[in-house]
């Protein structure tokens, strides 16, 4: 987990009484307050079950989209689809499609194989298409930078219409119309949409009204725009919470049997139901090539022919795992041999012949643990490609194209990328992108907590309050509340040791803690060390009563100085890069009597479970001395004296006696014994 800075929300005790009634309780009212929805207003607003969306004819172009669909309608003119191979993409293909179909269109969808096309409208798919007769395209989820494919079509006389959400350059694409709430000349209410909404919005517009349009395809929408991690706020907020509705009223086939193939039936159907059960497998189908799968799914009206097509994306999700962890175990491996990797600014990782179509979720999970932007570069031969993501504060997409003389090509915005790469160019490319991280320096992460409990007092009647402010994503996260000065218990393994359950106790109080994706052995912590826990909340139904669950979501030595203990890291993390000034060298420059300290306490115990700062708060070090702790550690690990593998430090047997100032870490930093 990445080190933090946590943050509580200091709550205002009047305007939380003040609204309790409307709430329903204190609880639920401390939860709104938190999340800025704070006067009656606001909660009025948010909590109204209105779905009336906005006047779609209100985004610039919409007019132009709708006649130009009906001329070709009505000219029976073949249209196709063009969408994309994400969630997002391929919801609005089927959200497009199944409308068009209805109204009796000659039309088909083409979705680009990630893996052999790549992304959005190209020159090779409009020649494709003008060959097949198309007379309109319609971009979904794509197509505002396609503008040599814009080009094409006209040259060939093939009508465009291109509908997207994404970023707007300077020039606009070649189309009859170009439908973009993004676009600086376009003055409707609401700009968030992922590309499903856009398409939600058009077929609106085509049909002069949402009523039906919502009963009809908000589930669709729902998914794509969960997958999309849109701002969960205005629109969007209400297309998801009737998408959701429809969901569990009436599941449409498709969805159904993804669920039913992931063995995933909770009592009701959540955004995060669908962000890691729907989403993930629609993904799968476009990471592994085959996208076409996933849209087969989504229209799909028969139970037998959805399960079949399930059946192929849980297959495609089972490749993603194994590919997925392929890559990280590599991953794993090249920092077990060389630690100073993850002492970079900028991570990055590169192997042969990683699948390309999953490097993308390799580079989140890796900027997810280590709280870093990261790049995954797959190598074919001498020809490199590579995702990236980022922090917040930190432009991924500045970065590339301040090293773009090292790369072949790249594109993106500011938390996600993909670049282009010549093998020779790794190292160059490598070093300069490290240069930018470290004089574009972001303020440490911050984990917003929206309260803090007393253990005591948890009840799964928290849960009801927290389901009010439903359906979560991004801009209307989950609530994380804070349990402080919890003695840590036991460590259970769960799933034969992928994941593990934490007994928190205080006093007469036990929490049972849920941490996802984590071994006991990488579990840094022992029984008996005392710990502020961040955790969500939620009820699970089993044999007829609710229980209270609760997931980690990060986890310090109680009552940290978070400031000084992220300050000392990142100096250590310099000085290993070589780029420590005088003032991180000292900050990492411990004396002989810390090093000895440190030393027995690893013998006293065989192996010593904790990294640095875990270490100096049981010494009570202070946690501005964290990086002279974590370069003792190192030097101990130099020259032999202990081995480190995962959270555990141990002493080597039959140590040789070692002379501390051959350490590379303590000649760094000046160390004279």
């Known amino acids: 987990m990445s080190r933090r800075i946590w943050k509580v929300r200091k709550p205002d005790l009047d305007k939380i009484d003040t609204l309790a009634p409307l709430c329903g309780d204190v609880f639920t009212a401390a939860l709104f307050c938190s999340a800025g929805i704070d006067t009656p207003e606001k909660i009025e607003e948010f909590m109204s079950d209105d779905t009336e969306l906005s006047d779609p004819f209100l985004i610039k172009d919409m007019d132009k989209a709708v006649a130009a669909i009906n001329d070709a309608l009505d000219a029976d003119e073949k249209i196709c689809v063009f969408g994309d191979y994400d969630a997002d993409g391929v919801t609005a293909t089927a959200v497009l499609m199944s409308y068009l179909e209805s109204l009796g269109a000659d039309v088909f969808p083409y979705i680009p194989s990630r893996l ?367 349990l402080y000065g919890m003695t840590v218990g036991d460590v259970i393994p769960l799933k034969n040791g992928k994941h593990i359950k934490i007994v928190l106790k205080k006093d007469s109080a036990s929490v049972d803690v849920l941490k996802f994706n984590m071994s006991p052995d990488a579990f840094p912590y022992r029984m008996g060390d005392t710990v502020d826990a961040a955790v969500e909340l939620s009820k699970n139904f089993y044999m007829g009563s609710y229980s209270l669950s609760a997931k980690l979501v990060d986890l310090r030595p109680a009552g940290a100085d978070d400031r000084a203990v992220i300050t000392a890291l990142e100096a250590f993390g310099d000085v290993m890069r070589g780029a420590g000034g005088a003032n991180e060298k000292e900050l990492c420059l411990p004396d002989r009597k810390l090093i000895e300290s440190i030393y027995k306490h690893i013998r006293s115990q065989i192996k010593v479970r904790g990294d640095a700062e875990i270490i100096a708060r049981r010494l009570d070090i202070p946690a501005r001395d964290t990086g002279k702790v974590s370069a003792a550690l190192e030097a101990l690990t130099q020259t032999g004296l202990v081995s480190h593998e995962g959270a555990v430090y141990k002493i080597n047997k039959n140590p040789q006696r070692v002379d501390l100032t051959q350490s590379a870490i303590l000649r760094a930093v000046g160390y004279t014994g």
């Open 116 to 482: 052999t096309e790549g992304y959005g409208l190209s020159p090779d798919a409009v020649d494709r298409l003008s060959e097949l007769g198309v007379g309109l395209i319609i971009t979904v989820d794509n197509g505002i930078s396609a503008l040599d494919a814009a080009d094409r079509a006209a040259e060939l006389g093939i009508k465009l219409v291109v509908t997207d959400h994404h970023t707007v350059g300077p020039v606009l694409p070649k189309a009859e119309a170009v439908v973009d709430p993004h676009r600086e000349d376009d003055e409707s209410p609401y700009h968030d949409y992922a590309g499903c909404g856009v398409a939600l919005k058009l077929i609106c517009a085509m049909e002069d009204g949402d009523d039906l349009i919502m009963e009809n395809y908000a589930d669709l929408v729902a998914v794509g725009t969960i997958a999309d991690i849109v701002p969960l706020t205005g629109e969007n907020r209400k297309i998801v919470r009737q998408g959701l509705i429809n969901i569990n009223t009436s599941p449409r086939p498709g969805i159904e049997a993804l669920f039913d193939g992931a063995g995933f039936k909770p009592e009701k159907m959540t955004s995060s139901s669908v962000s890691f059960t729907v989403a993930p497998r629609i993904n799968a189908g476009g990471r592994m090539g085959d996208a076409d799968t996933a849209l087969a799914l989504l229209l799909s009206e028969d139970r037998d022919d959805a399960a079949h097509h399930a059946a192929k994306l849980e297959e495609c999700n089972n490749r993603r795992h194994e590919e997925e962890n392929r890559i990280l175990g590599a991953i794993a491996e090249m920092t077990k041999r060389d630690p100073s990797l993850l002492t970079r600014r900028f991570l990055v990782f590169a192997g042969e012949d990683w699948h390309p179509g999953v490097i993308g979720i390799v580079a989140a999970r890796v900027t997810e643990k280590f709280g870093r932007p990261s790049c995954v570069i797959s190598f074919e031969g001498g020809e490199g490609k590579g995702s990236c993501r980022s922090i917040e504060g930190f432009s991924v997409y500045d970065a590339l194209s301040a090293v773009s003389d090292t790369l072949t090509h790249f594109g993106g915005h500011t938390q996600a990328a993909g670049l282009g790469i010549k093998k020779e160019m790794l190292g160059a490319f490598t070093e300069a992108v490290n240069e930018y991280a470290a004089s574009h320096k972001t303020e440490p992460p911050v984990l917003q907590l929206s309260c803090r409990v007393n253990p005591s007092s948890l009840d799964v009647s928290m849960c009801d309050s927290i389901e009010k402010l439903e359906p979560f994503g991004a801009k209307n996260p989950v609530p994380v509340i804070g």
